[in-house]
Nanobody, 119 residues
Framework: QVQPVESGGGLVQAGGSLKLSCAAR????????????VAWYRQAPGKQRELVAA???????NYADSVKGRFTISRDDAKSPVYLQMNSLKPEDTAIYYC?????????WGQGTQVTVSS
């Protein structure tokens, strides 16, 4: 199965920071990610998956209103991993974080990485 690999999650206190990484290990996925916008999504218990941040192959970024000013999505170039720097974390940021294209083209989502923010 071709799917991205998310990492970097963990347990952190409110106000803390984490940096997530989304890596493509198969050449076909690297190509897909290099020509499409790539996004971080999250799914909290009992809620639908939502888009958190996205970055185009040219570096243009957009964010959900709930994370603007706190999260930063980045990539060194179109073929590098996509990162999500999360600062000033809040308990409501607790969720499993996933990456995919934007809009999501991959049928096989990765395992995700759990982010838990304690109050």
């Amino acid at each position: 199965q071709v799917q991205p690999v998310e990492s970097g999650g963990g347990l952190v206190q409110a106000g803390g920071s984490l940096k997530l990484s989304c890596a493509a290990r198969e050449s076909i996925l690297i190509t897909i990610f290099s020509i499409n916008s790539v996004a971080w999504y999250r799914q909290a218990p009992g809620k639908q998956r939502e888009l958190v941040a996205a970055i185009t192959s040219r570096g243009a970024r957009n964010y959900a209103d709930s994370v603007k000013g706190r999260f930063t999505i980045s990539r060194d170039d179109a073929k590098s991993p996509v990162y999500l720097q999360m600062n000033s974390l809040k308990p409501e940021d607790t969720a499993i974080y996933y990456c995919n294209t934007n809009p999501p083209l991959l049928q096989n989502w990765g395992q995700g990485t759990q982010v838990t923010v304690s109050s």
